[in-house]
């Protein structure tokens, strides 16, 4: 199957290798190296830092797993549809937005309100590349619910439509109104294309055996990704998932990734996808650690705050990825939490792209994030008054 134009059989990728002469230049000069060593040593001290309590190796195993079978195979296949459409079908999404600007703000928040995190990290692609405006950012964090979309979908589809178009048209409101307080070129990146490729993915054969692993685990992957959102459980899942995921970890490790420019080549999909894999492991990591450590108690909070629970709710929405958000719509599912406390949550949740969008554009994705705040807590708190009578 031929995935780009034929390319000079000189620019073959063998095995782990950068496949353009170009990259391997890059990546075997001083900077390259020095990048290469940083990226193993935060491998290595997430493994240092699983080390630090007995319980290590179950809880380490369970976060990999979690964070290749819960978000990165939905990741991957929201990148391989965008360049399905980019590559086969001629779908450009920057020319789409490009084109048609007036209705960036509408497509960022259509991006952001699919379920899981895939749609939200395509619309920070796009603002990363200077295609989506700031207002576009806002109004597809906004809009996400990210993976816990998928648990509320399993449990109340009813609750998750309305959640999902609350949600869709808060973000739409709110990126507009960011557009038209700031201008639509406020803290916009220069517009960038990605660097054309070397062809060196001409074809199956031609793409590294790594990335050929990869992507034949991906099929497991989505279906023990859809069971997992179903709440259906597999018993081969976690030694799969933490094979899988030690895959993803060596990649990036070996090679980098998070440029953002997915869409534009089967390994651009693979290695931005890996390093969100490495960052959202980091996190439920780190959010296990603390559980543990500091012996947390989400459930127990809630349920002493009383008027403080959609506040609380939104706060909780602020930590990044997917892990506490799931913990609140359970909470709402089991009937601790009010439904206006799942609204804050899911308006003032960022999912798991905020990570790349930290990694790459820190100061857009924080002052993002904070706007977000603000519809959150005005939903929240308007439904928790009109809705459940809490006043």
Known sequence: ???????????????????????????????????????????GGLLALAALWPEARQVAAGALADAYIAVSVFVAATLLILYALERR???????????????????????????????????IAQYTRGHLSFGGVVAALTATMGDAMFVLLAAEPGTAVLVLVLSMIV?????????????PDFM????????????????????AFADRLWLVLLVPGLFLGGANALQIEVPWALPFGVAAGLLALAMWGRR????????????SVIDDTNFVTVWVFAAF??????VIGFEL???????????LVPLIAVLVGFIPGCGPQIVVTTLYISGAVPLSAQLGNAVSNDGDALFPALAVVPRAAALATLYSAVPALILAYGWWALVEGGV
């Open 89 to 123: 079908a001629g779908i450009s999404l920057s020319e789409v937005l490009t084109r048609h600007a007036r209705y960036e703000v509408p497509i960022a928040a259509t991006l952001g309100a699919l379920p899981g995190c895939g749609g939200a990290i395509a619309a």
């Open 171 to 183: 973000g739409l409101a709110s990126g507009l109104v960011v557009n038209a307080l700031h201008g």
């Open 297 to 307: 108690d989400l459930g127990a909070a809630f349920a002493a705050a009383g008027w």
């Open 188 to 207: 916009r990146p220069p517009l960038r294309e990605p660097a054309e490729t070397c062809g060196c993915e001409t074809g199956w054969g031609r793409l």
């Open 285 to 290: 990591l780190s959010y296990e650690i603390a």
């Open 1 to 43: 199957m031929s995935l780009t134009p034929p390319a000079p059989a000189s620019s073959a990728c063998p095995g782990l290798a950068v496949g353009c002469p170009a990259e391997r230049a890059l990546e075997a000069g001083p900077g390259g190296r020095r990048r290469g060593l940083s990226r193993w040593l935060f491998l």
């Open 256 to 267: 980098g990734g998070g440029q953002m420019n997915s869409g534009r080549t089967v390994r």
